[in-house]
Every structure is written in C-alpha cells, then in structure tokens.
C-alpha cells in the first residue's frame, strides 16, 4: 500500500485569487516534505499585520519547517517581511505559480481539493490607478487566461469533486482586453456554461460594475445556473470621494446596474466592498456611504478601515483622525446588519439549493449561510427550507 502523499501547508491571506492560487500551489508543491507557505496580502496595513501575524504562528506549530512566503505582501513589504526570523525565503509573487520558482517539477501529481467551491483565477494584475491602492505593485499589469486554459482549469476542478465554479480576479471585469479581439468577460461565462452543461453553479467574485459588459448582464439577470449574488467592487458612495479615489462609476453608475438587475431577477442579492474615513472624507460623505448601503439593499458587506498605504497618492490627502475612522466603520457594519436582518426572513419558507461544507452548514445561491440537516455530506448539493431564523439560517 502507497503511502499518503505529502502535501505542504499553504497558508493563504486576503482575496479569492490567492485562495485561488493557494491551491495550485499546494497541488504544484504536493510531494514536498515539512514546507509551510504563506501566501501573504498587502491591500491594507492590516492586511500587512495579519501576513506577519500568520507567519509568527506558522513557525511556531512548524518549528522546523522551510517557511516560505509569497503573495503581493512579498513584493510590497519585501524588506520588512524578509528581516523576519521566521521567514527561510521569499518567493516573488509574479513568480509563485511557476515550478522553477520552487525547484520543483513542472509536472506535479494531483490532490485533492480543500474547498467546495473551485476559485478559478481568470485574470490578475489591474491596469488602473486608484489611489489608495498599492495591488499593482504587486500584481503587476492586466492579464487574462485565454479561454481554452480556463475551460481546462475548470474541468480539472470538477473531476476532483468541486460543485461550484466561482471566477475571480484582481480586476476580473477587465477579462479579455489583452486577448485576440477583446472579448468581453460575458463570453467567457457564456464558454463555461456551454462546456459544462452539468455545472450547477457559476458564482462571480467581485466586480466593477461599469465594466458589466451586455452579455454578461443578460447572464445575470437571466441564466439560473448563475448564482443571484453580485459582488460590487463599490468602495463609496459619494461622487466626490469616489474621484478622489480615482474610481471610474459614479454613485448613479451603481444605482443604475443594481435597479436593472433585481427589474429583471429580484432575488439578487447585492454585496459591496466599502472604504470608511477615506482621505478628506467628511460626515456628510459618511452619509452618502450609510445612505448606498439601504438604497443598494447591501446584505454582504466587505468593510475597510482606510489605512495609509505608503507611496499612494492617498497618502498624501488629508487625513481622517483614527478614531473617526474606526467609528465610521463600525455604522458602515451596523448599517449592513440591519440590512441582513431585513433580508434573511424573505428567504424562509422557500427551498433553498445549498452547497454543503464541511461544518454542517452551507451556502444557498444568493450566498446566505444555512444550517443543513445531519448528514448531509461535503460538496453535495442539498434542498433545505428553511422555517425560522434561529434554526436554519445564520447572520
């Protein structure tokens, strides 16, 4: 009887493309003996101090262990993370998914998925300038993965188990601007779909909303084996810090997208990533950012404390005094709570299609947390519904 393959741990921060990118590197270094990887992230200073945080606890349960870090932390904070005495190197993270990086063979055997849900990287880098943003640095400028490479990703997904599709990127709207006659990223999805027709359940990760091309909005409002749950890449709800940003919609743009969208299929539910206590941002800005969350309806929200990100040109903005800062994103959370609180009733009494984890719980399409009946086995997909909030459904 063979023995059980060695597989490293990876340790993976921050987004959905480097949990993406965790698990090819986990299936490219499968073999390799006593290694930890930290696949660090650098979007906020938090984020920074969570990378250093999770490699002082890496070395402590692996004391003898190779520990390596990548990620845009090991680009950005480069200096600062290769002085730690934990740290046996840094692996450049332009560099992270190609095996010479590593010294390892190109071709490494297969293992098996951690997840669910298969996070299918189809693009990486941005080509945009917002200025509180350092990902660029990190990341480098916009590429896609042509068609016929994301077809093959996905197809390797499914055959080890995963029931859920989810593609992400650093700026996964942008898909395709670098491809043979641009395509837009609604012909990617329109691909997928028509490749797997057994697949269930495409999920996109967050997205800039002026870059919804009318394919993938059709898709959306229409295709059911796309899950309602749209993800906006929003950051704030004010016009003028949202120039100041150097972000390229407006406050109306998203307004517009989310009104045409639940038109067309209501059970939407809307998600947003937002910034509290940007530089110059005064109460009433605050406002307008409490204000999108209700008109929005926004049941997930992704909330960031702005934190100076040296070298941007935020940096150089006046600044919100901290407390205020953690105060404004603490409304901003409260805000989307009461909007939770709102929407998971609407979803009791109807059957719910959920994806089952490892926890005895598991996500419904429009990406709701839903407790599942005993027994029922990871990565299947259950019917539940749910009667009351207490039993069935988590906030």
Same mark, same amino acid.
């Given at each position: 009887?063979?023995?059980?393959q060695?597989?490293?741990?990876?340790?993976?921060?921050g987004?959905?493309l480097?949990?993406?990118?965790?698990?090819r590197?986990?299936?490219?270094?499968?073999?390799?003996?006593?290694?930890?990887v930290?696949?660090?992230?650098a979007?906020?200073?938090?984020?920074?101090?969570?990378?250093?945080? +999770?490699?002082r606890?890496?070395?402590?349960?692996?004391?003898?262990?190779?520990?390596?870090?990548t990620?845009?932390? &090991?680009d950005i904070?480069r200096?600062?993370?290769?002085?730690?005495?934990?740290?046996?190197?840094? $692996?450049?993270?332009?560099?992270?998914?190609d095996?010479?990086?590593?010294?390892?063979?190109?071709?490494a055997?297969?293992v098996?998925?951690?997840?669910?849900?298969a996070?299918?990287a189809?693009?990486?880098?941005?080509d945009?300038?917002?200025?509180?943003?350092? $990902?660029?640095?990190?990341?480098?400028?916009?590429?896609s993965?042509?068609?016929?490479?994301?077809?093959?990703?996905?197809?390797t997904?499914?055959?080890?188990?995963s029931?859920?599709?989810?593609?992400?990127?650093? #700026?996964?709207?942008?898909?395709?601007? #670098?491809?043979?006659?641009?395509?837009?990223?609604?012909?990617?999805?329109?691909?997928?779909?028509?490749?797997?027709?057994?697949?269930?359940?495409?999920?996109?990760?967050?997205?800039?909303?002026?870059?919804?091309?009318?394919?993938?909005?059709?898709?959306? &409002?229409?295709?059911?084996?796309?899950?309602?749950?749209?993800?906006?890449?929003l950051?704030?709800?004010?016009?003028?810090?949202?120039?100041?940003?150097?972000?390229?919609?407006?406050r !109306?743009?998203?307004? #517009?997208?989310?009104?045409?969208?639940? !038109?067309?299929?209501p059970?939407?539910a809307v998600?947003?990533?937002?910034? &509290?206590?940007?530089?110059?941002?005064?109460?009433?800005?605050?406002?307008?950012?409490l204000?999108?969350?209700?008109?929005?309806?926004?049941?997930?929200g992704?909330?960031?404390?702005?934190?100076?990100?040296?070298g941007t040109?935020? &940096?150089?903005?006046?600044?919100?005094d901290?407390?205020?800062?953690?105060?404004?994103?603490?409304?901003?959370?409260?805000?989307?709570?009461?909007?939770?609180?709102?929407?998971?009733?609407?979803?009791l009494?109807?059957?719910?299609?959920?994806?089952?984890?490892?926890?005895?719980?598991?996500?419904?399409?429009?990406?709701?947390?839903?407790?599942?009946?005993?027994? +029922?086995?990871?990565?299947?997909?259950?019917?539940?519904?749910?009667?009351?909030?207490?039993?069935?459904?988590l906030?």
């Amino acid at each position: 009887m063979n023995a059980p393959q060695k597989v490293p741990e990876v340790v993976s921060l921050g987004c959905r493309l480097n949990l993406s990118e965790s698990e090819r590197i986990r299936t490219m270094l499968a073999g390799e003996d006593n290694l930890v990887v930290v696949n660090s992230c650098a979007v906020t200073s938090e984020a920074v101090r969570q990378t250093r945080q +999770a490699i002082r606890k890496a070395r402590k349960a692996n004391p003898e262990a190779r520990l390596l870090v990548t990620g845009c932390a &090991a680009d950005i904070e480069r200096e600062q993370l290769g002085a730690m005495p934990e740290v046996d190197g840094l $692996i450049a993270n332009a560099a992270k998914l190609d095996p010479r990086a590593w010294n390892v063979p190109a071709k490494a055997p297969p293992v098996a998925a951690l997840h669910t849900r298969a996070f299918v990287a189809v693009q990486n880098g941005c080509d945009h300038a917002c200025t509180f943003c350092v $990902i660029p640095q990190g990341r480098g400028q916009s590429r896609s993965l042509p068609i016929a490479e994301v077809l093959q990703e996905i197809e390797t997904h499914l055959e080890a188990g995963s029931a859920e599709v989810v593609l992400t990127g650093v #700026d996964v709207t942008s898909w395709g601007h #670098d491809l043979p006659g641009s395509p837009k990223l609604g012909a990617l999805v329109t691909a997928v779909l028509h490749a797997f027709p057994a697949l269930r359940r495409i999920r996109m990760s967050s997205i800039d909303g002026i870059e919804v091309d009318d394919q993938l909005f059709e898709l959306f &409002a229409g295709e059911r084996r796309i899950m309602p749950h749209i993800h906006l890449s929003l950051q704030h709800g004010h016009d003028l810090i949202l120039k100041r940003m150097k972000r390229r919609h407006s406050r !109306a743009d998203a307004l #517009d997208l989310v009104r045409r969208l639940k !038109a067309r299929r209501p059970e939407v539910a809307v998600g947003a990533d937002l910034i &509290a206590g940007f530089p110059t941002e005064c109460e009433d800005h605050h406002e307008a950012n409490l204000s999108i969350i209700r008109d929005l309806d926004i049941v997930h929200g992704h909330i960031f404390p702005y934190s100076v990100r040296p070298g941007t040109p935020a &940096a150089r903005m006046p600044q919100v005094d901290r407390l205020s800062v953690k105060r404004r994103a603490a409304e901003l959370r409260a805000q989307v709570a009461k909007q939770r609180s709102k929407w998971l009733p609407s979803l009791l009494g109807n059957p719910l299609e959920v994806l089952a984890e490892a926890d005895g719980t598991g996500y419904s399409p429009e990406f709701a947390r839903v407790m599942l009946p005993q027994g +029922a086995s990871r990565g299947s997909i259950v019917t539940v519904t749910p009667k009351t909030l207490e039993d069935n459904l988590l906030s």
